[in-house]
């Protein structure tokens, strides 16, 4: 069964720095999403991508983030200046053209800011 | 009003318990609607889409009542296995497709 897969794992960082999260979405899927989860919170999301393009975000997503399609099989998301506040698990997600609108989540990075 | 409702529990019921719970709903313009369960420091798994006239998956069966925006799923005869997090998904807006997820009910199926 196809699966959303993400890298890495567990993401530790400093505050200020940036990081790359990375995730390879199902392949015959066209929408794309991040998600965030707070540890003991509920899922936020964050940006929907289609057609190379955002398509819709959250106020969360601001422009301290930013996501690209960087060739035909990753989906990638930049935070630029990490804070303390962004520790939290990140999912990406993808759904097919129709439907139902259903999305299958990866399994999550971890991103821990020290 | 919260956009999306749960009781937090936890329900602890008994293996073979029939258990049942419920969501609402703010934005009454939704239109598409999903139970997802969530194991500890896991990511969400789609359980099954609700649609309109009800609908059964084996063990689980989810009612929609548009009118009164309110979201039910049934899991009969719970497994061990069953033990996690239900989350209640709402995607509130026509042409839209990010979801909103309700905190999630903990459910706890004991031997």
């Known amino acids: 069964e196809p699966e959303v897969t993400q890298t890495p794992s567990h993401q530790v960082t400093q505050m200020g720095q940036e990081v790359i999260l990375r995730c390879v979405p199902i392949s015959n899927h066209l929408y794309f999403y991040w998600y965030r989860q707070i540890l003991g919170q509920k899922v936020e999301f964050l940006v929907s991508?289609?057609?190379?393009?955002?398509?819709?975000k959250s106020e969360i997503f601001d422009d301290q983030f930013s996501v690209e399609r960087p060739d035909g099989s990753n989906f990638t998301l930049k935070i630029r200046s990490t804070k303390l506040e962004d520790s939290a698990m990140y999912f990406c997600a993808s759904s097919s053209l129709g439907g139902g609108h259903e999305q299958y989540f990866g399994p999550g990075t971890r991103l821990t800011v020290t | 009003r919260k956009e999306v409702e749960q009781d937090p529990g936890p329900f602890n019921v008994p293996e073979g318990a029939t258990v049942a719970f419920n969501c609402t709903y703010s934005n009454s313009a939704s239109q598409s609607f999903f139970w997802y369960r969530q194991d500890c420091r896991k990511e969400p798994k789609l359980l099954m889409s609700?649609?309109?006239s009800g609908n059964e998956d084996g063990r689980f069966t989810a009612q929609l009542n548009r009118a009164s925006q309110y979201i039910s799923l049934l899991i009969r005869d719970s497994k061990l296995s069953d033990s996690a997090t239900y989350l209640c998904v709402v995607n509130p807006a026509t042409g839209r497709r990010a979801l909103t997820f309700g905190s999630g009910t903990r459910l706890q199926v004991q031997p």
């Open positions: 991508f289609y057609n190379n393009e955002i398509s819709e």
């Open positions: 609700v649609y309109s």
